[in-house]
T-cell receptor
Framework: EAQVTQNPRYLITVTGKKLTVTCSQNMNHEYMSWYRQDPGLGLRQIYYSMNVEVTDKGDVPEGYKVSRKEKRNFPLILESPSPNQTSLYFC???????????????FGNGTRLTVT | AQSVAQPEDQVNVAEGNPLTVKCTYS??????LFWYVQYPNRGLQFLLKYITGDNLVKGSYGFEAEFNKSQTSFHLKKPSALVSDSALYFCAVIRGSYIPTFGRGTSLIVHP
């Protein structure tokens, strides 16, 4: 089954303790992205990657890191989490074959992060 | 810069009545427009998209959307709402950078 898999689904941590949220897709998609969803603010893009070893900042990249060493994986790293990073996080991917850039995004089921 | 506005935080409609969820956009040139739906505890799911051609686009679950270039709108519609349509709906636009920009979302509540 074609899917985007995020882990974990729920995570509670303390301020300053490094964490990684994993994201993997099995559709051979070129484009991958991380979003955070907050009430009243909708979806905001954190980082995106157009292909392996190519990453770029989105609208709210501060406090986050990403890497794209393999096409299928795009982990989100919080080196020193803070309470304002408490949010619902989504990973998404899209095929960009033929340089169409208009294929729909496929989303994971989300990771709810609480930083105390 | 591209942007999307969803002017209503919440839309309430009775089951069986038609529904409309509004979206307006701002881009230079011709946009790619999308609607996504989010059910509780799930990620967003693609509903439909407009790339070019017919201004009325049909999508999943009986939804359709009308592209209006002069009003820069892409409203989501359904002729007869179901309680199961209750969810959070997001409009998105792509142009130029090929990176999607999402609206803030509209909560649709369908009352029995």
């Amino acid at each position: 089954e074609a899917q985007v898999t995020q882990n974990p689904r729920y995570l509670i941590t303390v301020t300053g303790k490094k964490l990684t949220v994993t994201c993997s897709q099995n559709m051979n998609h070129e484009y991958m992205s991380w979003y955070r969803q907050d009430p009243g603010l909708g979806l905001r893009q954190i980082y995106y990657s157009m292909n392996v070893e190519v990453t770029d900042k989105g609208d709210v990249p501060e406090g986050y890191k990403v890497s794209r060493k393999e096409k299928r994986n795009f982990p989100l790293i919080l080196e020193s989490p803070s309470p304002n990073q408490t949010s619902l996080y989504f990973c998404a991917s899209r095929t960009d074959r033929l340089s169409s850039y208009n294929s729909p995004l496929h989303f994971g089921n989300g990771t709810r992060l609480t930083v105390t | 810069a591209q942007s999307v506005a969803q002017p209503e935080d919440q839309v309430n409609v009775a089951e069986g009545n038609p529904l409309t969820v509004k979206c307006t956009y701002s881009v230079s040139g011709n946009p790619y427009l999308f609607w996504y739906v989010q059910y509780p505890n799930r990620g967003l799911q693609f509903l439909l998209k407009y790339i070019t051609g017919d201004n009325l686009v049909k999508g999943s679950y009986g939804f359709e959307a009308e592209f209006n270039k002069s009003q820069t709108s892409f409203h989501l519609k359904k002729p007869s709402a179901l309680v199961s349509d209750s969810a959070l709906y997001f409009c998105a636009v792509i142009r130029g950078s090929y990176i999607p920009t999402f609206g803030r979302g509209t909560s649709l509540i369908v009352h029995p």
